[in-house]
């Protein structure tokens, strides 16, 4: 049995990394019982996705038009819900700011590689695109590996 039900994607702002990473691992989990969303650390109002973000996620069949963006908030917090955020200082503010914090790991982390998952902001649409693809390979490792553990 999947002892996560949920995915949640955190990024500072929730207009990029979070949605897309998000809408990555629904499309590649295909239908199976466990549902990615995503939030940000700092949302001060709902705002659409980076619009660059948009145009490379909708040249590769994935869209987030209609994305809007959310605050992460303590009732997200849950023992079947997973946390991935993108870099080690998102984890630690989330452990600073949320005592009900659990299951919080860096994307990283969570697939055994070091590192941060880098934010393309301010670059051009090939930086985008670039990102974009990491993303895929990261959540593929993901997916592997909530669904491996599944199948033991």
């Known amino acids: ?16 990394r979070g949605p897309v990473a ?14 990615a969303e995503s939030r940000g650390l700092i949302v001060l109002f709902p705002e659409p ?9 909708k ?3 994935i869209h987030l038009e209609n994305h809007k963006t959310k605050q992460l908030k303590a009732e997200d917090f849950a023992e079947d819900v997973l946390v991935l955020v993108m870099g080690e ?9 949320f005592l009900e914090a659990v299951n919080v790991y860096t994307l990283k982390e969570f697939i055994d590689e070091v590192g941060d998952i880098g934010n393309p902001y301010g670059g051009d649409l090939q930086t985008y695109g670039e ?13 592997y590996k909530l669904f491996k553990e599944d199948n033991k």
Do not use: H, W
């Open 89 to 97: 200082k998102s984890k630690a503010a989330i452990y600073e700011d």
């Open 49 to 57: 996705a980076n619009p660059k973000a948009v145009a490379v996620a």
């Open 22 to 35: 998000a809408a990555i691992f629904n499309r590649d989990t295909f239908g199976r019982e466990i549902k």
């Open 131 to 143: 990102f974009y693809d990491d993303m895929e390979q990261v959540i593929a490792k993901v997916i």
């Open 1 to 16: 049995m999947l002892s996560y039900k949920k995915v949640l994607f955190v990024c500072r702002t929730d207009t990029c």
């Open 59 to 61: 040249s590769r069949d």
